[in-house]
């Protein structure tokens, strides 16, 4: 049992097990999209519901209710449609620095500290990816499982067949056709997969960097501490500190590629997650009969864990260069340097005291940003509240 879950929480096994149920792969020498066949027919497949839940809001334009409800799934579905084709563009430029930042605590001789560094971090992100990915599962299933709990309920109680479905689309077939009703149950396998898969993959890769560059940061830190730095002296104390601005200059590097590679992602999240979340609030503020609250209550906690992933992981990369910066102040010995060393460090030292800002385009990631979109969901709760009180 602790062999299996050691497997289970290795490094990026959570996210090499959803991009491979879509047809992707992360490994540096293979091709990203592994199986086109398996991407392409859960694209097509997510689109066609797309396509019936724009159909049910033009069609129920004028009722609030069902309006907000059918947002939140399309917008949902947009969402995973468009943070999958960005993947697909920047894919091998992300698994390059998946290898990247892996590169340090792979090499065949290293420190014991850094390596448990190393392996605390990922083990952190690999609980995270797991709990995450079982809250994706149990929206998926409890979305397909309980309107067919509840039709096959109402079968065996009345001997009807009634149709009970998790959302209201406007389909071009007839569900009440039990034939065609188990047809379009088949035809939400894939979209659910994809929405759970896609969802999971990309944002706890996006957590992953994250952790992975925490890692680097207390590398960093480990040797400032050190006994080696600390005692070290003349052009022995010159070649340290070469070898750690070094390190720090490359590290800088990766926290601007992690930013570019992510950058369309954050924002396309950000865009819509405002109205997201809004539509999730008016499910609990504007009730009506046949809610699943199972996959309502999955489903907030996904839409949650989102807005912490990527608020607080931009804070946590900003949190920890600052950390650095302030360490490597507080450690050098610059009252042993003589003079003009001093001077050599002074442009190391103000590019290690600059924030490090992960953007978005138009918005900065972070604590702010995650108080912005509360209030815009707010506002927008508000908004349709007030609309349908009217009606």
Not at 161 to 175: I, K, N
Request: proline share 4%.
């Amino acid at each position: 049992m602790s062999k299996l879950l050691e497997a289970c929480l290795g490094n990026l096994w959570v996210q090499r097990f959803t991009f491979g149920l879509m047809g992707l792969d992360l490994q540096q020498d293979r091709r990203t999209l592994r199986s086109p066949v398996t991407y392409l027919v859960m694209m097509l497949a997510t689109s066609f519901e797309l396509c019936t839940v724009c159909g049910f809001i033009v069609q129920q334009r004028h009722d609030i209710v069902l309006c907000s409800e059918a947002l939140m799934h399309g917008i949902q579905m947009v969402s995973s449609l468009l943070k999958m084709i960005i993947f697909v563009c920047k894919g091998r430029e992300l698994v390059s620095l998946i290898a990247a930042i892996q590169a340090p605590f792979l090499r065949p001789i290293i420190d014991a500290a850094e390596l448990r560094v190393w392996r605390v971090q990922n083990r952190r992100g690999q609980i995270f990816s797991a709990i995450y990915l079982l809250m994706c599962a149990g929206t998926s299933i409890s979305f397909l499982v309980m309107p067919v709990a509840s039709t096959t309920l109402i079968y065996y109680k009345s001997g009807q067949f009634v149709p009970v479905s998790s959302f209201r689309v406007a389909l071009p077939y007839d569900v009440t056709n039990p034939v065609i009703y188990f047809l379009d149950c088949c035809l939400m396998v894939p979209v659910l997969t994809f929405f759970c898969c896609s969802t999971t993959a990309v944002d706890t890769l996006y957590g992953w960097f994250v952790f992975g560059l925490t890692a680097h940061y207390r590398r960093l830190e480990l040797e400032l501490q050190s006994e080696r730095m600390q005692s070290s002296t003349g052009r022995e104390l010159d070649q340290r500190l070469e070898q750690l601005f070094r390190e720090h200059a490359r590290l800088l590097e990766l926290v601007a590629r992690f930013e570019a590679g992510f950058r369309d992602i954050a924002c396309v999240e950000v865009l819509l997650i405002c109205v997201l979340y809004c539509s999730v609030i008016c499910q609990y503020i504007m009730p009506h009969t046949n809610q699943n609250f199972a996959f309502l209550g999955f489903f907030s906690l996904v839409v949650s864990s989102q807005l912490c992933i990527y608020g607080f992981g931009a804070e946590q990369v900003r949190h920890e260069g600052q950390q650095f910066a302030y360490q490597l102040y507080q450690l050098l010995p610059w009252h042993e340097l003589p003079p003009h060393q001093r001077r050599l460090l002074l442009l190391p030292l103000q590019r290690a005291q600059k924030e490090t800002q992960l953007a978005a385009y138009f918005f900065r990631l972070g604590r702010p940003l995650l108080v912005w979109i509360f209030r815009t969901a707010s506002s927008f709760t508000t908004l349709l509240n007030t609309l349908r009180a009217k009606d």
